[in-house]
């Protein structure tokens, strides 16, 4: 089905482009074109920040509205996206690769969730308080939105990323400009008529498809108060200089290469854990930021465990990410699947142990796919065990005490995500606590929107979820008298 759009949602209204550039969206899974979209040009991101300023400065606007009305209409929009499940599923899989059962299950519903859970929030959190002076008086602590967003997403869960930003940007009153990636706009045409459906008001969402240039415009823009960066850690290096120099607000959701660290009694049965196993390490193709693409194995139980994920590697359905029963679909373009083949080979030359995998599926000829692939007697020095593949590429290191473990998953630039597996929790808390991450699970790894979420090192600043977001999208102001 093909999505061919010729306007761009800037201030509630979907406007003609200031150029006739578009961008041509392909499906990952059969390499066909599937849809195109303007690209938005500076003229458009300027057009989008004023729709953004007017909407924040306007006497009645959305930063005026009570807490109770902003709830009201997020959860307004929550609706609106609810009815679109099924629309905004297939765009995502049809765009970047990610089963349908996962597009399903998590981006096209996580987004209304949040929307909610922020609602829920507002409604509870008190913006401003008022206690003695502490050298006599009075003082009034207020916490106010800090102004207009400039939001960049990725395009491995296009939805929800920009859901991580919006939800707490609208809770807390700012307006956003949106830049989606050019891999994944297609799916941000249902989110804009979410958003007009819902009565948000024009101008507190826009959107502006485009690359990196687009990107960076919007970063620098003399309009933008805050920006708010999920992708790559070397793009948010540069992201986050231009903050600096611009002494902009900035939240970084960077690259990881978590560890997966498996006790030496964990159960390693794939009949009970396979699923929250493969949801650690896999999930989405391995496009996933958090994912624990490092398993570290005791030495006594090593062949235990390369046989495990030689197993679960081997049952998984690849396949074209509409069908139902696919689990591992194709990589989001033809230059990830270079990447990913890329540090497959390096694994190969440095010495590591091909277990399963490393080539293209031989029964599929259309498709950017990689098959699941797991490498065996990895050292932690080794490429594919310190860089970022973002493919469903295992790399298996042994480890000789729970001391060598924590050493290991520690020894990396990145922080962002991770695993304990063990019979015994408390057990398994002791080692997560030690180890260096913004977040981890036991047994499991799924990110909790109640639950700060983000990274440490070079995995990011700041963090998304949480009533700890709503406080990156607002600044305190304090009135002292007498
Ligand atoms: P990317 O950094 O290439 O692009 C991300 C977004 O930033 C895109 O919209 C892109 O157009 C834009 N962009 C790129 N360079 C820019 C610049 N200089 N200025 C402004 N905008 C710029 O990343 P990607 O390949 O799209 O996504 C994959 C990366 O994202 C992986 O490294 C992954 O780990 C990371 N990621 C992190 C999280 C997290 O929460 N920490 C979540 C998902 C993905």
Same mark, same amino acid.
């Given at each position: ?9 800037? *201030? ?82 049809? #765009? ?40 006599? *008086? ?20 296009? #939805? ?181 083949? *890329? ?20 029964? #599929? ?51 962002? *995500? ?17 180890? #260096? ?46």
């Amino acid at each position: 089905m093909m999505t061919d759009h010729s306007t761009l949602f800037i *201030g509630g209204e979907w406007v003609a482009p200031s150029s006739a550039q578009t961008i041509t969206v392909i499906s990952a899974s059969t390499e066909e074109v599937i849809g195109s979209v303007p690209e938005a040009q500076e003229a458009d991101v300027d057009a989008a920040v004023s729709a953004a300023r007017s909407a924040f400065t306007d006497p009645d606007g959305w930063p005026t509205w009570s807490p109770e009305d902003r709830a009201a209409a997020m959860e307004r929009f929550a609706d609106a996206l609810d009815k679109r499940i099924p629309e905004i599923a297939r765009h995502i899989s049809s #765009q970047n690769g990610m089963p349908l059962t996962t597009s399903t299950q998590f981006e096209a519903s996580f987004p209304a969730l949040l929307l909610r859970y922020y609602a829920g929030v507002i409604r509870e959190a008190t913006f401003e308080s008022e206690h003695p002076h502490l050298m006599g *008086g009075r003082t009034v602590v207020r916490r106010e939105p800090m102004g207009v967003v400039g939001a960049i997403v990725p395009w491995n869960f296009p #939805q929800s990323l920009a859901a991580f930003k919006y939800a707490p940007a609208l809770a807390a009153g700012c307006t956003l400009v949106i830049k989606p990636s050019p891999e994944t706009v297609l799916d941000s045409i249902p989110l804009a008529e979410a958003v007009k459906e819902a009565g948000i008001p024009p101008g507190v969402i826009n959107f502006v498809p485009g690359g990196r240039e687009v990107g960076a415009y919007l970063v620098s823009h003399p309009g933008v108060d805050k920006i708010s960066f999920t992708g790559s850690t070397a793009a948010g290096r540069i992201i986050g200089e231009t903050c600096g120099r611009l002494l902009r607000p900035v939240t970084l959701e960077l690259g990881g290469k978590s560890a997966a660290i498996i006790l030496d009694d964990a159960e390693l049965d794939l009949e009970s854990m396979g699923q929250d196993l493969f949801q650690a390490t896999m999930l989405n193709n391995g496009q996933t930021c958090f994912l624990g693409t490092r398993i570290l194995a005791p030495e006594n139980r090593y062949d235990e465990v390369v046989d495990m994920f030689e197993a679960l590697a081997g049952s998984l359905k690849v396949g074209n990410a509409l069908e139902e029963s696919t689990q591992i679909g194709p990589m989001a373009s033809s230059a990830q699947r270079e990447r990913v083949e *890329g540090y497959i080979a390096k694994g190969r030359s440095e010495g590591a142990r091909l277990v399963t995998g490393g080539g293209r599926p031989a029964d #599929q000829d259309k498709g950017w796919f990689v098959e699941p692939t797991i490498f065996a007697d990895v050292d932690n020095n080794h490429t594919i065990a310190q860089e970022e593949i973002f493919g469903p590429v295992l790399s298996l290191i042994r480890y000789t005490d729970e001391a060598d473990a924590v050493r290991i998953a520690n020894d990396s630039e990145f922080g962002l *995500g991770g695993s304990v597996w063990t019979k015994d929790r408390e057990r398994g808390l002791g080692v997560a606590r030690r180890v #260096q991450t913004g977040t981890i699970g036991i047994n499991q790894y799924l990110p909790d929107p109640k639950a700060p979420f983000g990274g440490v090192k070079a995995s990011g600043l700041g963090r998304e979820l949480s009533p700890e977001a709503l406080t990156h999208y607002q600044q305190y102001k304090s009135i002292f008298s007498a």
